[in-house]
Every structure is written in C-alpha cells, then in structure tokens.
C-alpha cells in the first residue's frame, strides 16, 4: 500500500475490501478467472456465465440501514446474518431471503441457486417467477413488467400481488388474487407460476 494514492483507498486495500465483496456468485467467477483461467483461456467463464452471475448478484443487493453509509447498498454474502461489509452495519430485524426453485418437465421443482433478498418496495418480475425468461435486450414490453412487491407493514413483511395469476400458498392451497398480498413466514412456500419454468419460492427469515 506504500505507493497507493489516498483517493484509491479503500478500494486497494484488499485487507479491508477483498474480493468477496461482489458476493458469492461474482467472487467464484473471479476466484476461478485468475487462477484456472490465469493459464489456460479454456477455463475462463464464459459471457452467459458471467451476465447469470451479474443477474443473481443484483438480487442479493440489500440497502444499508446507516444513512451515513457512503456505499448505500451491498451485496448479501448468503451467511446467516445481514451485515454492510462497508460501514459494518448490520441489518436490524426479520429479514426475508427467498430461495427460488423452478419446475422440470418431470414435475419436480429444483433449487436453481439462486435466493432473492427482500426490501421495501423490492420489485418481483418476470423473469423471478419463470426461469426460462432471462432479463436481457430481447424482453418483450410485457416481461418487462413489474409482478409484484414487497412492503413491511406493522412488523410483517407481505408480498402484494401485482401481475401472477397462479399465485398460490403451497400448503393450504389458498390462492392469492391480483391486487392480493401474503405475509412472508419462515419455510413458506409459494408458487409463482403454474407454466413450464414456472417457479415455487421457499421463505428463510434470517433473524437479526
């Protein structure tokens, strides 16, 4: 750090700013970039590995609470507690971590390794909620719109649906209509859309 300009901290200073700041996604591209991919071009990530990464990454954004928090936001690391490797603030009541799953053509839904972070008004789209659409220039209008959102209203965080007819709570089988809203519990399950890809969500609260 000897010959790093004081405008470049912390940003050089790996100590405080490693590279696992990105998040777990980005972090083991990078990891895999600069030491595999170092040598041999064949073991790089691929384009479409890195924009899947990208796209996960921005769904683990949280907000930092310190107003003061000169970074704003940050990216989740998919640990049991919520904290802003910035300013070391950490996240202060029920936090809800939703972990997509996706159906198959056998009907079985599979994790897809990939968890959504909820925030006030976090918005849920289409390509949350169908796995065979991707977020990029080739989105129809439609795709492009938002299908719902999340507030948190007196110590519950809820859900409101927006655009997803085939909202249904997964263990009483109780649909949710549009302009309807769910409270998200620990281990609840909703389902997302009944059409090929269509996606189940597994609440976590993670307890701050």
């Known amino acids: 750090l000897a010959n790093v300009k004081p405008a470049e901290l912390p940003w050089k200073d790996i100590s405080k700013i490693p590279y696992q700041i990105t998040g777990p996604y980005l972090s083991e591209l990078i990891l895999k970039a600069f030491t595999e991919g170092l040598q041999d071009p064949t073991a790089r990530p691929t384009a479409d590995e890195w924009e899947n990464a990208l796209v996960k990454s921005i769904d683990l954004l949280q907000p930092c609470s310190n107003k003061a928090c000169e970074q704003k936001w940050y990216i989740f690391d998919n640990k049991t507690k919520a904290v802003c490797p910035f300013c070391k603030t950490p996240f202060s009541g029920p936090l809800p971590v939703l972990n997509l799953?996706?159906?198959?053509?056998?009907?079985?839904?599979?994790?897809?390794?990939?968890?959504?972070?909820?925030?006030?008004?976090?918005?849920?789209?289409?390509?949350?909620?169908?796995?065979?659409?991707?977020?990029?220039?080739?989105?129809?209008?439609d795709q492009k719109k938002r299908v719902g959102y999340f507030v948190y209203h007196s110590e519950i965080w809820y859900l409101v649906n927006e655009g997803m007819p085939d909202l249904t709570e997964v263990a009483t089988k109780t649909p949710i209509p549009i302009g309807g809203k769910v409270a998200l519990e620990d281990g609840k399950q909703l389902l997302m859309s009944k059409q090929d890809g269509g996606r189940l969500i597994v609440v976590q609260m993670v307890l701050n």
């Open 101 to 141: 799953y996706s159906s198959r053509k056998d009907a079985n839904f599979r994790p897809d390794n990939h968890r959504l972070m909820v925030y006030t008004n976090q918005s849920l789209f289409q390509w949350h909620i169908n796995r065979n659409i991707v977020p990029n220039e080739r989105l129809t209008d």
